[in-house]
């Protein structure tokens, strides 16, 4: 095991001694290249001096390095120089497209705002009804940011300004925001309001607006008598069997024979309203039915104490008789 050791460290030993024997010779060799001389001669066609130039050989490998570093360098300058000018030409472009695009935005704006003013004043006159405060007092606008003194502050926000129309487009979402809520308040107010008007009579007695009035509400000479007589309703005269609609929302108390108004109609509505329905050809409902606005309750007739075919049609409020013209024709929904 001794002599192995041994024979192995005497092998490294000498293989080392050869390796920087050659690296010794190599680099005398190197050396020796490197300082053999070039000599380069200019010869004029002239009677002039022969120029004669000795340089070795390492000054001839750093000028071909320097001349090769500078050619390398000038092909990537005018490469790269190449390129920034296409990114350049394309950036131009997309910031042509973009400026239109922009100015389209402002036009649209600038449209949108007009009309809004407009729609602004509509809805502000219609909201007043409903809204618990000014439709302008619940919107908050952006505030404009404190500018600096800055120079260099001052022309980067010159740069990147934001567009004024982008406020007020936050101004027109704010405003639109508020409008909503205060729409769904309306709504429900055109509910509640709905099933009022619904429930006070308010609509023309005869189907599709039919007829015309004969006799109106108030003393008039009785078509019988020949004498003054307190008249309770207004009289509408049309076709025979012609329809008579219900002009409220509400439960019919009573529905036949009843004296001198022949076929009669009574309905209850709410609030205390009834209208009364009189001289009827045809009933087509009956005590204790609910009956709904414009539904169809019996035909025009000259039943009771009439002279011609026509409807009797009264309003009262509670137990007094109203004149039944205000209530003819309330379009309100």
Do not use: C
Not at 148 to 175: G, M, W
Not at 194 to 212: L, R
Not at 252 to 269: F, M, P, T
Not at 310 to 318: A, D
Request: glycine share 6%.
């Amino acid at each position: 095991m001794g002599d192995f050791k041994k024979e192995l460290k005497e092998k490294v030993k000498h293989f080392w001694y050869e390796l920087k024997r050659w690296v010794k010779i190599k680099n005398a060799d190197i050396q020796k290249w490197g300082h053999e001389k070039l000599t380069i001669m200019f010869v004029p066609h002239s009677e002039k001096r022969v120029l004669t130039i000795h340089i070795s050989n390492f000054a001839m490998l750093f000028i071909l390095l320097t001349v090769a570093v500078i050619v390398i360098t000038s092909i990537a300058a005018v490469s790269g120089k190449k390129s920034a000018d296409q990114k350049l030409v394309r950036l131009e472009r997309e910031n042509q497209i973009k400026q239109e695009y922009i100015d389209t935005f402002i036009n649209n704006v600038n449209l949108l705002k007009n009309r809004f003013a407009s729609f602004r004043m509509d809805v502000s006159r219609i909201f007043s009804y409903v809204a618990s405060q000014p439709i302008d007092n619940q919107i908050e606008y952006p505030t404009k940011e404190d500018e600096s003194t800055n120079s260099s502050s001052s022309i980067e926000n010159t740069i990147f300004a934001k567009p004024s129309e982008i406020d007020d487009l936050y101004r027109l979402r704010k405003e639109l925001e508020i409008y909503k809520i205060q729409m769904q308040k309306f709504a429900e107010f055109i509910e509640k309001s709905k099933d009022f008007v619904n429930s006070v009579p308010s609509i023309w007695p005869v189907k599709d607006g039919g007829g015309h009035i004969t006799s109106t509400f108030g003393y008039r000479r009785d078509p019988l008598l020949n004498i003054p007589k307190f008249h309770s309703g207004v009289d509408i005269a049309y076709w025979p069997g012609m329809p008579v609609v219900a002009t409220a929302d509400g439960v019919v108390v009573s529905a036949g024979w009843q004296g001198g108004y022949g076929k009669v109609i009574k309905i209850q509505h709410k609030y205390g309203f009834m209208s009364v329905y009189g001289h009827l050809m045809s009933i087509y409902v009956s005590e204790g039915q609910r009956v709904k606005k414009g539904q169809v309750i019996g035909a025009i007739g000259m039943s009771g104490r009439a002279t011609g075919y026509h409807l009797h049609y009264e309003v009262r409020i509670g137990t007094e008789v109203v004149n039944p013209m205000p209530y003819l024709s309330i379009r309100l929904f």
